[in-house]
């Protein structure tokens, strides 16, 4: 790597150091904060200046952008190596398999409902794991065959010949991981006088992150050791209920958990039943960008804004196929290969970070100093303390003054002049970015005179966006800014080669600033000015879309500098660019849900309710399922696969809801704004408005390349309405879905889903036989309690206590509005 | 619980963000906020006012059904805090008459500690403010009928908050209190570490 890159991969460590440097020749402890009465903060030692966010400080952009590091597994293995095995001695004796939520049958049995698919009930086992490989068909194989893919020009099509395979379970050896979740001192700012006290996986934050492939299974064990209960949540996977990170499945203080996510790919019914019969592997729900997370109910805001949550990929070989023949950003070989895939390699390790891996091609698995990941946050840091602070307005949606990009505040990136692959994910608790580009000299006209929203889109700088969310998008889309919400992953491909094509080379190097134009003051959602109480007009429709007005920040709030400078000609004759430009076809479409398999619609409305945050006029509850979908493989009508639209709706006051649904990406089918409604919300009173006005059918605004592509959250802006379509696949058991307003989530914006494989179960008929894993382990039997408490089986520990039966039966499905008198 | 790190470097905890406030409760004592009724202490605060005739009697009626089972939990180390919404007009013997209503106007043997807190209208505004308990909306903030039915539920000395709506039924209200406020383990999640 040439010089240029050396920074990228510099290590947290040495970060570390130049921060306490910087922390020291800062001047000690001025304290900040006015003692005006009608200020929460009066007295306080921290003060946010809502008016002036974009204000940077002094230091800002002087600390290099770290890419987290690659951890590397304890153990890889094959099930019989691994099942029952301590393979984390010598510190931790406790045997793989045997520190599950429940008795996770996903692990070494096989759920019924399985039965659709051809696998074999019976059996158990190392018998039942090699079963899977039938039952979950074969996925393609590249190792470097273009011949296994027909790419039609004609019918701008790419398809899957599907000669070279391997099987979509188990296609390479179990890996296992270690994550403790401890309490670190990191410095957040280097004008703060002491480091903060943060909740991290593995001692960074965001954590390490993994990179995995599509069909090799992987198990991570979950150590807490931090004085908070945890639940992890593997956002935008397709994995069992009780790896998903279900509120009450809880990873308590002292506490160990084995996480379970096999990386398969889901089926679904085709339409022409190949060999193998009707269900064949839906390649183009592989997912790529992937994240985990705190879950833990009431206090994940609280967690994750004190750090908890890390990025992950995945790697399909279509995906590896894109990053071997330079279509997308790579160094070629070496960021198709995996040391480690089929068992632990010798060399790889960093003799200076255990547990990771030496950043160095060949050695890091995927290796790719071209694929930047970015984890936008932001927080509020006491300058005195160098503490994360949870302020008390947090309740409406956490913001902070202080931006961080992996866990950096303001850094500045320096990269050489060719397309970068920037995935970047909103991983704040309740700010919505919009990002743009901007050149230096148009960022420093717009802090000194401010740009109007026309200036700032004529200055942004092209690029292009190829995913959302987990999944790659079917071709690359040109744009000029991007609206991200909360958990929303944007897979960019910024060609700085192009931004300074015309500069000349003597001008040295030259500046751009990722920058957020969205005006958000506080958890409501974006709106014009600090004073408004909230106005849905500044952003009427959550996407980008062109000719649409919308309000931007007129001074934007820079969050890293990028510097790009030039490559050698020899480095760029041994990295070619990557040949992407826009309109490239990239993936096949994925296949619509047709009317015909819809069995059930399901609508949602999420409003504020009595002071927090209600679904259909009802606060969360775990212990009861708010629907049961049916598994899709047990659902077929004259030979269809079933699926479900639910109508999610935006109950109003001006509030913002970014809505995730666990387990299953789902496709939009409609999106509705009442624009006549945004004037009747004033810029004060919030009141929703009903029933709506005229509601508009925006979805031709959406392009349809984003429209048919996989999502895992949906924004819902004030007044809008979002039809979606997903099917239930591969995994029983208790999901949710909920606002990634972490706050609003908290306070019960969350409903439970209980996908059941028989269509006839109801989970609220007998909860003792639902909920928190019993469904997944002994098919809802408690043997030693009979009439069965409610949550987990009491074999290890129980993580909450039991709810007698009789209790959970109460209030199952209260009717809308309020609840008649007694 | 692990062990707390070295002592060395200061919290920035909501307790040790907030004044500490003089306020009434209704035996008339004169009690502070952070030295009295937070430090070290597990807490259920909740606002209300004595002619409400919207949430403040459900949540008040709440909490008196809960308070029982969160004594063998918590013992004297749990505090239920009401305070008014309505300091001009909320005297301690109006707050008095108030409490009585839920038996919660003198101390209990085998129930948690409850107290109806008053106070001047800056240091209560104060208070509401810094404990986060506000509306964004302005003119929902200024209409005491309108103000939200939840409880904030926490643990001061551990900075463990979380706002749980008062019509939660009893038991998840009952687990989220203990989970959130708990001091130690079994307190927390009813199981011996
Ligand atoms: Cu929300």
């Known amino acids: ?254 506490k160990q958990r084995d996480y379970f996510w096999p990386n398969i790919v889901p089926l679904e019914r085709v339409p022409e039943p190949g060999p193998q019969g009707p269900y064949a592997p839906a390649l183009t729900e592989a997912q790529s960008t992937v994240w985990y997370h705190d879950h833990a109910m009431d206090i994940t805001a609280f967690n994750a804004s004190k750090g908890l949550s890390g990025m992950m990929q995945v790697f399909s070989d279509w995906e590896l196929h894109l990053l071997r023949t330079g279509v997308l950003p790579s160094v070629g070989e070496a960021s198709v290969t995996d040391p480690d895939q089929d068992g632990l390699a010798a060399g790889v390790e960093d003799p200076a970070r255990p547990g990771y891996y030496l950043r160095e091609p060949g050695k890091e698995p995927f290796f790719n100093p071209f694929d930047i990941p970015l984890v936008l946050q932001d927080k509020i840091i006491d300058r005195n303390t160098g503490q994360i602070v949870y302020d008390p307005e947090a309740h409406n949606g956490y913001l902070g003054d202080t931006f961080f990009a992996n866990g950096v505040a303001w850094p500045v990136a320096r990269v050489g002049d060719r397309k970068y692959r920037l995935r970047i994910l909103d991983g704040a608790n309740a700010r919505v970015y919009r990002l743009r580009i901007l050149s230096e000299a148009d960022f420093i006209r717009s802090q000194q005179a401010g740009l109007s929203a026309d200036e700032l889109a004529a200055a942004a700088r092209p690029f292009l966006q190829i995913g959302k969310d987990s999944w790659m998008w079917s071709q690359a889309l040109e744009r000029t800014s991007v609206v991200l919400a909360m958990a929303n992953r944007a897979d960019l491909i910024v060609d700085f080669g192009g931004m300074v094509r015309d500069v000349p080379p003597e001008a040295g190097p030259q500046v751009f600033y990722l920058v957020n134009t969205m005006p958000q003051f506080d958890g409501r959602g974006p709106k014009g000015k600090l004073d408004d109480g909230g106005d849905p007009r500044v952003l009427p429709l959550p996407f980008d879309v062109p000719g649409r007005p919308l309000v931007e920040l007129d001074r934007p709030i820079a969050l890293v500098k990028f510097v790009v400078e030039r490559e050698t000609a020899e480095f760029k004759r041994a990295h070619p660019d990557a040949s992407i430009v826009a309109g490239k076809r990239l993936m096949e479409n994925r296949r619509r849900i047709p009317d015909a398999d819809v069995v059930a619609v399901r609508e949602f409305v999420f409003e504020r309710g009595k002071g927090a945050w209600q679904i259909n006029g009802r606060f969360y509850d775990p212990t009861i399922a708010n629907a049961a979908p049916q598994i899709a493989s047990t659902g077929q009508r004259d030979g269809r696969d079933c699926a479900e639209e639910w109508v999610l709706r935006n109950g109003g006051g001006g509030w913002w809801h970014p809505i995730h649904i666990h387990l299953e990406s789902h496709q939009l089918v409609s999106y509705e704004k009442d624009f006549p409604a945004d004037d009747r919300i004033g810029p004060v009173d919030a009141v929703p408005v009903r029933p709506p006005i005229a509601p508009v059918d925006v979805t031709a605004d959406i392009p349809n390349t984003e429209l048919v592509a996989n999502h895992d959250t949906t924004i819902l802006g004030p007044n809008t309405t979002a039809r979606i379509r997903m099917r239930f696949r591969t995994w029983p058991g208790p999901f949710v879905f909920h606002c990634h307003n972490l706050e609003h989530e908290d306070m019960r914006m969350m409903f439970n889903f209980e996908v059941v494989p028989d269509p006839a179960q109801d989970p609220n008929v007998a909860p003792a036989a639902r909920s928190h894993g019993n469904a997944v382990t002994l098919g809802g039997r408690d043997p030693a309690a009979p009439a069965g408490p409610v949550g987990e089986l009491p074999w290890e520990q129980p993580p909450v206590p039991p709810t007698p039966v009789r209790e959970a039966g109460e209030f199952l499905i209260d009717p809308r509005g309020p609840r008649p008198p007694r | 619980m692990p062990p707390p790190l070295a002592g060395s470097i200061p919290t920035s905890r909501l307790l040790d963000r907030l004044p500490d406030l003089a306020l009434l409760n209704h035996r008339g004592e004169t009690v502070r906020l952070v030295g009295d009724l937070l430090a070290g202490r597990a807490v259920v605060i909740t606002a209300m006012y004595t002619t409400c005739r919207g949430s403040c009697p459900v949540t008040s009626q709440r909490l008196a059904d809960v308070r029982g089972a969160l004594w063998p939990i918590f013992g004297r180390r749990l505090s239920i805090l009401s305070f008014t919404l309505e300091p001009e007009v909320d005297t301690p013997e109006k707050l008095r008459d108030y409490a009585a209503a839920y038996g919660a106007d003198a101390r209990a043997e085998n129930l948690p500690d409850w107290q109806f807190l008053t106070g001047s209208p800056t240091a209560i505004e104060r208070m509401r403010r810094g404990l986060g308990l506000f509306d964004l909306d302005p003119a929902v903030d200024r209409d005491p009928a309108r103000h939200a039915a939840v409880l904030l539920c926490g643990n001061p000395d551990h900075d463990r908050w979380s706002l749980l709506p008062s019509g939660l039924r009893a038991g998840l209200l009952v687990e989220g209190i203990r989970r959130i406020a708990g001091f130690t383990f079994e307190q927390r999640y009813g199981i011996r570490a």
């Open chain 1, 1 to 254: 790597m040439s010089a240029v890159h050396e920074p990228l991969l510099a290590s947290r460590r040495d970060v570390l150091k130049s921060a306490f440097a910087g922390a020291a020749t800062a001047a000690l402890a001025t304290p900040v904060g006015d003692a005006s009465a009608a200020d929460p903060f009066a007295g306080a030692t921290v003060a946010f200046d809502k008016a002036n966010q974009s204000r940077l400080p002094p230091w800002a952009f002087t600390q290099p952008l770290v890419v987290p590091r690659i951890l590397r597994p304890r153990a890889i293995g094959q099930f019989p190596d691994i099942d029952g095995q301590p393979v984390f001695l010598p510190d931790d004796p406790v045997p793989v398999g045997r520190t599950f939520h429940g008795i996770a049958r996903e692990w070494s049995e096989t759920p019924a409902a399985w039965e659709a698919y051809g696998c074999n009930p019976t059996l158990t086992g190392a018998a039942a794991w090699e079963d899977r490989q039938k039952c979950f068909r074969q996925i393609p194989r590249l190792d470097g065959i273009a011949a296994h893919f027909a790419i039609d020009p004609q019918q701008d099509s790419i398809k899957y010949l599907g000669t070279g395979s391997m099987p979509n379970w188990n296609a390479f050896p179990i890996k296992c991981y270690r994550i403790p979740m401890v309490e670190a001192l990191l410095p957040l700012r280097p004008d703060a006088a002491f480091p903060a006290r943060v909740f991290t996986y593995g001692g960074t934050a965001p954590g390490p992150m993994l990179r995995m492939r599509i069909g090799q299974p992987v198990v991570v064990r979950f150590d807490n050791r931090l004085d908070t209960e945890t639940s992890v949540h593997f956002h935008g996977g397709h994995n069992p209920s009780h790896a998903d990170g279900f509120p009450v499945f809880y990873v308590l203080p002292g």
